[in-house]
């Protein structure tokens, strides 16, 4: 099905690929014409697939539950805020904030994005096959930043329990954040995420891991006990 | 929030369809500033004349035009909505004097080839108003405003203009402009408002006196000016924009063959020719691009 945002406006579409009849057998639609809107496929719940061709604005795929989108373009702050499930595909660049306090699911950019990618991520893995901007990972709760190109200035400033993986340089580390040893369940992880964006699985030995250093935030595993 | 637009024209080609496309992206930036907008477009230049922009609170355009003939010989004037565009070879020091005694007009901008607009009100109808659709030119850069540091007046609006041929707006605000105002006010450095974004254009005049670039002054800014910004800057020659290390403002980048637009967000641009063939790209924090003759 084709929705042309020159002919629809936002809202019917958005509406469109929120209400979509679970007994129908539609599963695949193309939007055109995005024109750099906000907030394109905002809230899909369904197990569909949705294509746009175009460059997208703020918050797009926002809130994402089990759909597959793909962009065939840029897009603008916020790609994938906030996701739950399913798989955002971003072939060309993102700018600021992308994925965004992320719940779940899997967010791949092709290109570059700008600052503060997976800030406060909550468990979406996300893979950006250039560099990120600077502070990304920033306070980052959960889940996985996979970056095959270079960081910008305090990556995984404030971290907590998400990992970073980089094959790249980083220009400075934030705030509690240092490398780790990847140990063998590291990179079972890495390898099922680079397969994921049909990145050659030899690329492992390139990248290196970090993560918290755990001295900032208030949990020290030896007080287990005591919380 | 408040929207920022600019676009230089490489192909002379499209130098009659320059208002046309400022209005798309004036009128899609509208959502990021309704309280006030304005524009500045360059045209080429008029050996040995000068335009003097003018914001007028009387309707009496013929009344204004007698009297400032009779001071000043050579005068043309242009009434659009609001505003007075003013030509004559007289030179700004002693032009300006004269400005001064019509309490009626105050100049919103000067140069050779700068025309600068600006009113209260909703981008959509400031743009209608001005008919910028019908303007032709080389390079021009739009703001669309929401107020934060002073109040909905004209005189708050944007683009800033401190110097010949100048213009500056702004994205963001700066917390040290009150210092920043006295020291360049003491230099010499007209400031007429109580906008943080006049001191940064003054900021940028003060540095093209010194005599140095456009590019060598943003620089100097990033360590001089304290607060959030996006600046996109114009001169006679062409445009710059610079983004704080932070970089919290945000701003998009098109380059074609034929021009470059810088916007906000990329809604702005998409209504230009080929932008979707365009390089695209975020300006990056600290770093000063610019683009022009």
Known sequence: MNLNLKKESLRKVNETLQSIDRKSNKKIFKISNPDGNHAICAGLKDEIEVTIDGHTGYYCAGMNMNANIIVNGNVGTGVAENMMSGTVHVKGNASQSAGATAHGGTLIIDGDTSSRCGISMKGIDIIVKGSVGHMSAFMAQSGNLVICGDAGDALGDSIYEANIFIKGKVKSLGADCEEKKMNKKDQNILRSLLKKASINESEIKNFKMYGSARKLYNFNIDNVSEY | ?293
């Open chain 2, 1 to 293: 929030m408040c929207g920022i637009v600019g676009i230089y024209l490489k192909n002379k080609k499209y130098n009659s369809q320059l208002g046309k496309f400022l209005t798309g992206m004036m009128n899609s930036m509208a959502t990021r500033g309704p309280d006030s907008a304005g524009f500045a477009i360059y045209s080429s230049e008029k050996k040995k004349k000068y335009k003097y922009s003018v914001c007028s609170n009387t309707d009496q355009v013929k009344e204004i035009s007698k009297k400032l003939s009779k001071q000043v010989k050579d005068i043309k004037v242009k009434s659009i909505s609001d505003h007075l565009i003013i030509e004559t070879a007289m030179k700004p020091k002693k032009f300006i004097e004269i400005l001064k005694n019509h309490d009626e007009l105050s100049l919103v901008g000067y140069g050779s080839c700068i025309e600068i607009f600006k009113q209260v009100g909703n981008p959509k109808d400031v743009v209608k108003n001005f008919s910028l659709e019908k303007f032709s030119g080389s390079h021009a850069i739009g703001h669309t405003r929401m107020a934060t540091e002073s109040a909905i007046t004209t005189d708050g609006s944007h683009p800033y203009s401190t110097g010949e041929d100048e213009c500056l707006v702004h994205n963001g605000s700066l917390s040290n402009h009150n210092n920043l105002r006295r020291s360049l006010q003491k230099k010499g450095i007209e400031i007429k408002s109580l906008n943080d974004t006049e001191v940064a254009a003054g900021y940028i005049s003060n540095g093209l006196i010194d005599k140095k670039s456009l590019k060598e002054t943003l620089l100097d800014g990033l360590k001089d000016l304290d607060g959030f910004y996006t600046f996109i800057s114009g001169t006679k020659n062409g445009m710059a924009i610079v983004r704080d290390e932070i970089a919290c403002k945000p701003a998009v980048v098109a380059e074609t063959k034929d021009y470059v637009a810088i916007a906000s967000e990329f809604q702005a641009m998409a209504h230009l020719p080929n932008v979707n063939s365009a390089k695209i790209f975020e300006p990056e924090p600290g770093k000063v691009y610019s683009w022009g003759k």
